[in-house]
């Protein structure tokens, strides 16, 4: 998908999306060979994410919002129980609030 309303995306040789112009402004991100996102650069600032093998342990970064309690909830086929974020979420990939869907490097 190139585009959806007023929302565009760009994708890299391996189908991994690395430009997102939307709502919120352009971002960038950058991914390992392997497809794992490695960092975002956002409206906010960039964010570094941070892995212990294939768990994500931590995001540091400007862009990154603080919140007290970093525990995330999902129902069964891991739709968020708390309020969508444009963040790394249950599938271990980039969820879009704009479309409603997760961005699972696949066409």
Known sequence: MTSSGTNTYLY???NRRIKTQDS??????MYSQSGT????????????????????VAKEGR?????SDSIKNYKP???SIETAEDDVGYTGH???TDLGLSDLQQR
Do not use: C, W
């Not at 862009?63 to 919140?67: D, P, R, W, Y």
């Open 24 to 29: 919120k402004g352009h971002s960038y991100s």
């Open 77 to 79: 086929f891991g739709q």
């Open 94 to 96: 980039k969820f879009d």
């Open 37 to 56: 996102l490695l960092y975002r650069e956002t409206p906010a600032g960039g964010i570094n994410y941070i892995y212990l093998g294939k768990k994500l």
């Open 12 to 14: 890299d040789g391996f």
């Open 63 to 67: 862009g990154v919002v603080a919140k």
